[in-house]
């Protein structure tokens, strides 16, 4: 198995794997996050699906993930993420300021350059990318 895409955060992980066999290509979601009180409220999942756009926008629908630490991204879906992570800036009118910290991380993890784009009235605000590579 390899890892395809791995965020962490405080107490917990998400992770995907792809395994390649004789029927195909299948991802694994890895959900898990510690439970400091041990109250039972912890969470490790193992799912299993035949698409990577499918596991990945489970993450995507659900967290936001472009906030958190970004471990590992296979680069054959660098370019795939990268769209999925402007239309999610774009589609929750994310402004620089708000994730100042985090541009560096993921334009290094993504291996692109971030662009923002505002006009006067800052009702039309683009976020794109470039390439590095």
């Not at 066999?21 to 193992?46: A, S």
């Not at 334009?107 to 009235?121: Q, R, V």
Request: charged share 30%; with cysteine.
């Amino acid at each position: 198995m390899e890892i395809v895409f791995e965020i962490l955060g405080e107490g917990g992980g998400i992770r995907i794997e792809r395994l390649n066999n004789d029927q195909g290509e299948n991802f694994y979601y890895h959900h898990n996050e510690f439970d400091p009180t041990d109250e039972g409220l912890g969470i490790n999942k193992i799912d299993e699906y035949d698409c990577s756009e499918e596991v990945f926008n489970l993450i995507n629908n659900r967290y936001p993930w472009y906030m958190l630490h970004i471990e590992t991204i296979h680069d054959v879906y660098k370019n795939y993420i990268a769209n999925k992570l402007v239309e999610k800036l774009n589609g929750n009118t994310v402004k620089p300021d708000s994730i100042k910290f985090r541009i560096d991380r993921l334009e290094k993890a993504l291996g692109i350059k971030l662009k923002f784009e505002n006009t006067a009235t800052d009702l039309n605000q683009t976020w794109g990318y470039k390439n590095l590579v």
